[in-house]
């Protein structure tokens, strides 16, 4: 397997998306095949796993933690092995909005359940995939809260959570890419976007001439 794996992570609202995409348009100007996906919803099961964890309301009722921590795993399984997988055997970069640090910050940092436990099952789901870089964009939760008030809409289950959640979340990140140097690019989500763009792409261009 000869492809390359890029995942951004961040809090909601962090920009991933816009870096994603700007990255994505910057490997293809060098000929590369890039694949854009996210977790969760990748697949077309993963899409059905999205729907009812972010929007199942009180359809599901309250989800259990262990119940949430394994169904973002089921998704992260079907997404590997259908599509990430495949994509880096054919020495595509893929370029992925989320991935086994959000289960992480977010099941574990976030909530009551143990960080390695959630490791754990992520790493079992995910057959031991881990990324290449993973982008960290780290913004205040407050000023992610602002950002997504400006964008309008309702938020879905994990946005309406407490900022001591958000809060949790981001520290949660900031531990794992403190702990893993060597993979993770953290950056100041609240610089210009252009910069933002400068700073991925210099440690982005050090990959490709590994
Ligand atoms: P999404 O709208 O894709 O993310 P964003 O807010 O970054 O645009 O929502 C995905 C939500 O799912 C987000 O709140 C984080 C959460 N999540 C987990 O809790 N665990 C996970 O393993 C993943 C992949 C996401």
Do not use: C, N
Not at 102 to 113: C, E, I, T
Not at 154 to 175: N, P, Q
């Amino acid at each position: 397997m000869s492809g390359i794996f890029i995942t951004l992570e961040g809090g909601d609202g962090a920009g991933k998306s816009t870096q994603a995409e700007l990255l994505g348009q910057w490997l293809e100007q060098r000929g590369l095949e890039v694949v854009r996906t996210r977790e969760p919803g990748g697949t077309l099961l993963g899409a059905e796993l999205r729907r009812v964890l972010l929007h199942g309301g009180d359809e599901i009722g309250d989800v259990d933690p262990r119940a949430e921590a394994l169904l973002y795993a089921a998704d992260r399984a079907q997404h590997v092995a259908k599509i990430v997988r495949p994509a880096l055997e054919r020495d595509a970069v893929v370029v992925q909005d989320r991935y086994i640090d959000s289960s992480l910050a977010y099941q574990g940092a976030g909530r009551v359940l143990d960080v390695d436990e959630v490791r754990r099952i992520s790493e079992w789901a995910a057959d031991g995939l881990w990324p290449h870089l993973t982008i960290l964009l780290d913004l205040d939760p407050a000023a992610s809260a602002e950002r997504r008030r400006a964008r309008g809409g309702t938020a879905d289950r994990l946005e309406s959570e407490a900022v001591e959640f958000h809060t949790a979340v981001r520290d949660g990140f900031r531990a794992l890419a403190k702990l893993d140097s060597e993979r993770y690019l953290i950056v100041d989500a609240s610089l210009p976007i252009d910069e933002i763009q400068t700073r991925i792409i210099a440690r982005v261009s050090g990959l490709l001439t590994r």
